[in-house]
């Protein structure tokens, strides 16, 4: 069977993105952002994935709003980085970890969960930001990637706890995959932003250290939460956070809060990381 070896959650804000091709990881405003992530780049390289699961949504690049699946599965050997408007950025593709993938659309469908399945698809900066924080700008990206979308973009959203419940999905397909492939699971999005409305710019500094300190070992709360909740709380974008509950749920109950970090603001964002290992 395979091996969850890890979980992480991270901010998957394009700015990111845009600093590293710019080269402007060093200035003044990114270097304290970028810093936090050495340890957990560090950490990635010593564990060795062979394949990572990465949930993170579309922001309109490759869904728009005239179709936009609850919850979607990549099945396809590979996955492109998606021109979001200026043009497709020098990262590689993204190789498929197929098998797996198709195993997790199987489990999922035997759950009661009906997933888009997608065998040809683009991916936005929600999972190639992620994939550069934790492995940094490879010719070859070192792992197979299993990307889940969900949709965070267009109410109604899921629910927390809809997510909490792919995450036992998903656990359950990995351990059931026959192979000794070493996965790492990747929740991703947040902290808390509001890029619209009234309260355009919204950061809650608080809200996020609650969730980072908290959701190792105290996350029922934030599973219980209602979609409401996370939107005055993390505000309208920040309530992409319930992503990281598929990741959370996929780990044991009780896990080691391997390192955690926090900077605020990155774009228009609360920004940071958590990873989690298995007792
Ligand atoms: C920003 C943050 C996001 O999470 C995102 O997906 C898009 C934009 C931002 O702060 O600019
Ligand atoms: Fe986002």
Redesign the pocket.
Known sequence: MAKIIGGVGT?????IGAALDKGIADSPDWKPFFDGYIPGKEWMAEKKPDIAVVIF?D?GNTFFLDRVPTFAVGVADHYDPVDEGYGRRSIPSFEGATDLSWHFVDKLVENHFDPLVCREIEVD??LQVPMELFFGRPENWPVKVLPIWVNTIQYPIPTPQRCWEMGKVLREAIESFPGDERVVIMGT??LS?Q?QGSRAGFINREADEDWLNNIANNYEKFRDMSREDYVEQFGS?GA?LIMWLVMRAAMDDKVDLKMKHYHAP????GAGMVVLENL
């Open positions: 901010s998957h804000v394009p700015s949504n922001h900066h929600g999005g947040g932003h890029l974008e992409e990155a774009s228009m964002t």
